[in-house]
């Protein structure tokens, strides 16, 4: 088992990547804190990951609130002791243009997608420090480096996210690795939502796989192999790295 009895922190684990990296991890011996929104849901997958044969606990909350960031990393204490890791998936969109978009779903956009990282960082890397083997994987965007219509504060947000990897990466090192995914098309519900940006949302899903080179939407799984890797040792000398996840789409003209 490559993460036997490590502690992780997921947030946005009721859906998507977050969920299939909680499954993996748990496959993996990890003991696991669970952040999402949907009580249901977390119920759901607390019994899937029980039945793997690992602990875990499901904290519902708001990842945009900073007190919500500090129970996360207190619960993970209080139940394990110790952290060892953080996977960061919780993620929103603001649609529209620049001159169309309410600067409170701006404001919003930012708050989920990058307060909150900052805000769980923050909380958690004295732990992540001690545990010397302390691992960090941010769910950015291949969004980070090239235009989506309508999704100025997304590709903005994920952009910070990129440079916030990097920094934590160097600030925390040795004891702290720090990575950085950017996937792209991936079929969960995100992608339907981001979507409706487009004159015809089902044909841009649709499209969106169908156009990168490898001729497919990502599965969250593809997303959570590429985070066991990074989270385990076969990647100790890796940090402050970026990896597109994408079947090719950053590469295509
Ligand atoms: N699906 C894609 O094509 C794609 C591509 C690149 C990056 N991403 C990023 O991947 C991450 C995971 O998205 P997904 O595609 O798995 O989507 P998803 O909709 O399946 O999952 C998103 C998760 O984030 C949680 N969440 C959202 N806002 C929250 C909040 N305020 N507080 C707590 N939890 C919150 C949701 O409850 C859910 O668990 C996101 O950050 C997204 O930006 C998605």
């Not at 732990?127 to 219509?149: D, H, M, Q």
């Not at 999704?151 to 934590?168: D, F, G």
Request: proline letters at 5%.
């Amino acid at each position: 088992m490559k993460l036997k009895d490590k502690v992780f922190i997921i947030t946005g684990a009721t859906s998507g990547m977050g969920r299939a990296i909680a499954l993996k991890f748990a496959q993996e011996g990890a003991k696991l804190i669970l952040s999402g929104r949907n009580e249901e849901s977390g119920m759901f997958l607390l019994n899937e990951i029980k039945g793997l044969g690992t602990e875990a606990f499901f904290l519902p909350g708001d990842v945009a609130e900073e007190s919500y960031n500090q129970d996360l990393v207190k619960t993970a204490l209080e139940k394990y002791g110790r952290i060892d890791g953080l996977s960061v998936n919780a993620g929103t969109l603001g649609l529209g243009a620049i001159t169309d978009l309410p600067s409170a779903s701006w404001q919003r956009t930012f708050a989920v997608n990058v307060d909150a990282a900052f805000y769980l960082l923050k909380a958690a890397l004295p732990e992540l420090k001690k545990s010397l083997t302390g691992n960090v994987l941010i769910n950015a965007s291949i969004a980070a480096f090239k235009n989506f219509p309508n999704h100025p504060a997304y590709c903005a947000s994920k952009a910070a996210l990129v440079a916030l990897s990097k920094q934590a990466a160097v600030d925390y090192a040795p004891e702290v690795r720090v990575n950085c995914i950017c996937p792209g098309p991936v079929d969960t519900p995100f992608i339907h939502a981001s979507a409706v940006a487009f004159p015809d949302p089902a044909k841009a899903v649709e499209d969106a796989g169908k156009n990168t080179p490898l001729k497919r939407l990502g599965l969250p799984d593809d997303v959570a192999k590429l985070a066991l890797f990074l989270a385990s040792e076969d990647a100790s000398w890796i940090t402050g790295a970026v990896y597109t996840i994408d079947g090719g789409a950053m590469v295509k003209s």
